[in-house]
């Protein structure tokens, strides 16, 4: 399974970035997904989780709110809609993927799949 992020860059606080994460993978709609995100000299972290068909969702307290994920499984890719951005969202976002699962995760070590990360800057 590969999983292909983009759609990071630079923004003003208060702006808005859609990210997407595409996975080359038949079974996609089986799959659990998440964002994460590391900022510099932190650990990642967990932003927000999807279950396989998008009914259930959970999101980190930071992000609640003003963050949206969802999916499009005849797509084959995860969306994190980020709105009223703060520079404290400045970090490298990550999409994971754990296979065959009907739940979301929020921890690092549950997923088993990671895209390579793309590069949110938040200005203020």
């Known amino acids: 399974v590969q999983l292909q992020a983009s759609g990071g860059g630079w923004v003003q606080a208060g702006g808005s970035l859609r990210l997407s994460c595409a996975a080359s993978v038949r079974t996609f709609g089986s799959y659990a997904l998440g964002w994460f995100r590391q900022a510099p000299g932190k650990e990642r972290e967990f932003v927000a989780a999807?279950?396989?068909?998008?009914?259930?969702?959970y999101y980190s307290d930071s992000v609640l709110g003003r963050f949206t994920i969802s999916r499009v499984n005849a797509k084959n890719t995860v969306y994190l809609q980020m709105n009223s951005l703060k520079p404290e969202d400045t970090a490298v976002y990550y999409c994971?993927?754990?296979?065959?699962?009907?739940?979301?995760?929020?921890?690092?070590?549950?997923?088993?799949?990671w895209g390579q990360g793309t590069l949110v800057t938040v200005s203020s």
């Open positions: 999807i279950n396989w068909s998008g009914g259930s969702t």
């Open positions: 994971a993927a754990k296979g065959y699962s009907g739940t979301y995760y929020t921890l690092k070590h549950q997923y088993d799949y």
